[in-house]
């Protein structure tokens, strides 16, 4: 098992430019998210999912979509990227809602963005 | 508002010193409550928890918590720390089916 798999891991964008950052898992979890990390503020919810064709927002969605079209990919997208969103994102997956209740939650080795 | 407070932001210790990380809560209900901890590099990890009965856990690499429900506290210990737990440590509590994070403590161990 890979586990939790992001790409790319480094990236640099210019204000206004559009990308995704691919969060995939092959341990067949139910439940996906998304966290960006920030010096200071820790780990913010942006988007979560608790299966396939079902999103909803976190703590810290705007900016963001996400999709959830097949159990092992959670596609994060910065639709006009601004510097505020210059951070660390990790994805983050658990085998359902129980199994994160319990704090099972697996993560990626995280996705450092730069906004210029 | 809900949140998870983490008071300590960087905190400097040698070796064999006593550790202690303060954690609030300020969800409504029934919690559960963790521990995790990044070291340099690394992603999180999940260090304790804490579900329900003896209000003080125990985790791995001879970390405790100890949970205070009337004081809405979930703070971490460590009688002798080393410099291999220089890390960053979050607190975080389950709630509206999710996992929210406290804002992270950065211990740094001096040999």
């Known amino acids: 098992n890979a586990g939790v798999t992001q790409t790319p891991k480094f990236q640099v964008l210019k204000t206004g430019q559009s990308m995704t950052l691919q969060c995939a898992q092959d341990?067949?979890?139910?439940?996906m998210s998304w966290y960006r990390q920030d010096p200071g503020m820790g780990l913010r919810l942006i988007h979560y999912s608790v299966g396939a064709g079902i999103t909803d927002q976190g703590e810290v969605p705007n900016g963001y979509n996400v999709s959830r079209s097949t159990t092992e990919d959670f596609p994060l997208r910065l639709l006009s990227a601004a510097p505020s969103q210059t951070s660390v994102y990790f994805c983050?997956?658990?085998?359902?809602?129980?199994?994160?209740?319990?704090?099972?939650?697996?993560f990626g080795e995280g996705s450092r963005l730069t906004v210029l | 508002a809900q949140s998870v407070s983490q008071h300590n932001h960087h905190v400097i210790l040698s070796e064999a010193a006593s550790l202690e990380l303060g954690c609030n809560y300020s969800?409504?209900?029934?919690?559960?409550l963790f521990w995790y901890v990044q070291y340099p590099g690394q992603h999180l990890q999940l260090l304790l928890k804490?579900?329900?009965?003896?209000?003080l856990v125990k985790g791995i690499k001879g970390f405790e918590a100890e949970f205070i429900k009337s004081k809405f506290s979930f703070n971490l210990r460590k009688p002798s720390v080393q410099w291999s737990d220089t890390a960053e440590y979050f607190c975080a509590v389950n709630a509206l089916s999710n996992l929210f994070f406290g804002t992270g403590t950065r211990l740094t161990v001096i040999p």
């Open positions: 983050a997956s658990s085998y359902s809602l129980l199994y994160l209740q319990g704090g099972e939650l697996f």
């Open positions: 969800y409504g209900g029934t919690v559960n």
């Open positions: 804490y579900f329900s009965g003896d209000p």
């Open positions: 341990m067949n979890h139910e439940y």
